[in-house]
């Protein structure tokens, strides 16, 4: 057995290591209800969570071990790798690599989404996170656009390229191998095909450096991605059907049918572009390794920070920026007025959740900022623990009378509540998060500046990445979020 296919048995080994610690997990918190875990249960639940962060480091150092021997076998242009098989040494020009090996006109949607299922499992550099994100927008690829970006966005042999040409732009492609060149061929025919690049060239950027291919961050906390319905296309925009349902009634026997037809509604997200430039020395390019992963890291902490911001409140169209969630409730009937002009209650958490229509309720998730969150935890006295008692045991409450509870950053901030007059406090946001559309357009592209000038217009010995994606994001219907503004009373 190769020592690739042995790597992905023992990852599998630690995969099931891992699905029978969350089952555990699973039955222990089903067991214990609303109650507080105590004796056995509590010692054995944190037990359980350091097998699990044990687990984890252990299939982080597989997926690097993986890696290495990878990138060894692509180095030396002697190795391609089929995704569900044992990896064996082939000659390049007998077989082509499975991820840059084009589907068949006649592919069906489902074989688009195996291969490239099987392709993302098997991507060097990629997280399980990673991972599992990219297998969830394979899942909801509508037309094989998505999968085909994901099977020849991961192939390791434009990773490889790729880095290739950071290292040294203008000559990095006279070092590629067949593997390499036959990879970045097939990323440029995708790009042509879904027009990622304009005139002016640009890479693709391949699957384990995209930053839109993640489930968290280390930067600005953007709970929207984690929760809201995210829809992949490779076009321009998206345009959705959605209606406020057809009217039902009963009747007499015989008795004829009201006219209950629904009145349509037709959502059309346009997506807008954002970049970023990170300028980088050319000795930090030759380090590529290491690079690799800081550029990553970079280019996701940018774009989160961005998208943190803007998905609640970027101004909409004409600004070229997204309609973000607090602009579209902003000023309407989706506002709620507290209690108390200026002031926060208990009361007005169950004001907000009330104020959302009943459809929307079953699914609701709260949002608040980090300060806002301390203010409602203090809510809970010996007076009122009718609503916290259970939700308070962890370092932040995770629901909210009976909801789910996140932090967002760029919420109004409690802690900053403006008293002045007609001033706009937006600190609680109920929403249906099923209705709150994120659309991204598939592929983030990377253009490589082989050089940078100083004021005298020489070259400061450092190279520069200009990075651009496109997304944006709307409610498919205003009434399926409610924001408290402590402003004046209603």
Request: proline share 6%; net charge negative.
């Amino acid at each position: 057995m190769s020592t690739l296919a042995t790597i992905r048995e023992r990852k599998t080994e630690v995969r099931q290591r891992l699905e029978r610690i969350d089952q555990e997990m699973r039955t222990i918190h089903d067991k214990a209800g609303p109650e507080p875990l105590t004796g056995g249960d509590a010692q054995r639940w944190k037990n359980l969570e350091k097998g699990a962060d044990r687990a984890r480091a252990e299939l982080q150092e597989l997926n690097d071990e993986y890696l290495r021997e990878m990138e060894r076998g692509i180095a030396n242009g002697d190795l391609t790798v089929e995704p569900g098989t044992d990896s064996r040494p082939r000659q390049p020009e007998q077989t082509r690599s499975a991820w840059t090996k084009p589907a068949g006109p006649q592919a069906t949607l489902e074989e688009l989404r195996g291969q490239a299922r099987r392709a993302v499992e098997l991507t060097p550099h990629a997280t399980d996170d990673q991972r599992h994100a990219a297998t969830l927008m394979v899942d909801r690829d509508e037309d094989g656009t998505a999968a085909r970006w994901a099977t020849v966005a991961s192939d390791p042999a434009y990773l490889t390229a790729f880095r290739k040409v950071m290292a040294d732009p203008t000559r990095g492609h006279l070092e590629w191998t067949e593997a390499e060149r036959s990879a970045y061929g097939a990323a440029r025919t995708l790009e042509r095909a879904m027009s990622l690049t304009d005139g002016a060239g640009g890479y693709m950027v391949p699957f384990s450096l995209d930053p839109a291919i993640r489930l968290t961050s280390s930067g600005a906390i953007n709970p929207l991605r984690g929760i809201a319905n995210i829809k992949t296309i490779a076009t321009d925009s998206w345009n959705g059907v959605t209606s406020s349902g057809v009217t039902a009634s009963f009747a007499a026997e015989g008795a004829e049918v009201g006219d209950g037809s629904p009145t349509l509604v037709q959502p059309s997200f346009d997506v807008e572009k954002a970049h970023a430039f990170i300028p980088y020395s050319i000795e930090v390019g030759m380090d590529a390794v290491d690079f690799v992963a800081e550029m990553r890291r970079l280019f996701l902490d940018a774009k989160d920070v961005l998208e943190a911001e803007k998905f609640l409140t970027g101004a909409g169209p004409g600004s070229n920026e997204p309609t973000g969630l607090i602009t579209q409730l902003a000023g309407g009937a989706s506002e709620v007025d507290p209690g108390t002009g200026e002031t926060f209650a208990i009361g007005d958490v169950y004001k907000t959740i009330e104020a959302l229509p009943p459809r929307f309720r079953p699914r609701a998730h709260f949002l608040a900022e980090l300060s806002t969150i301390n203010a409602i935890r203090q809510f809970a006295t010996a007076n009122n623990y009718h609503a916290y008692l259970t939700d308070l045991g962890g370092g932040e409450p995770a629901r909210l009378v009976g909801k789910p509870l996140h932090e967002a950053s760029y919420l109004d901030a409690y802690s900053a509540i403006n008293t002045g007059a007609d001033a706009d406090n937006h600190i609680l946001v109920a929403l249906d998060p099923s209705e709150f559309m994120i659309v991204d357009r598939v592929g983030a592209t990377v253009e490589m500046i082989p050089h940078l000038f100083g004021s005298n217009r020489r070259p400061t010995g450092q190279r520069g990445l200009y990075f651009y994606w496109r997304t944006t994001c709307g409610l498919t219907t205003i009434n399926a979020a409610r924001v408290l503004n402590v402003a004046t009373a209603a």
